[in-house]
């Protein structure tokens, strides 16, 4: 995740097989941080280590 200076949003981003996905520009940190969640479960699924 980061903050897009220009834009005044924040960048929520997730790379899986090598390739960089971008979720989305939020203005608010909480909903990159969720898209975030969201993503890392509908790219990794049963794949994440910490067994969610």
Do not use: P, V
Not at 17 to 25: E, T
Not at 26 to 40: P, S, V, Y
Request: charged content about 45%; aromatic content about 14%; some cysteine.
């Amino acid at each position: 995740m980061s903050f897009d200076k220009k834009r005044n949003k924040w960048i929520a981003q997730i790379t899986f097989q090598r390739k960089n996905h971008c979720l989305g520009r939020f203005d608010d940190k909480e909903d990159a941080i969720n898209a975030r969640l969201e993503g890392e479960e509908r790219f990794f699924g049963k794949y994440r280590k910490d067994g969610k």
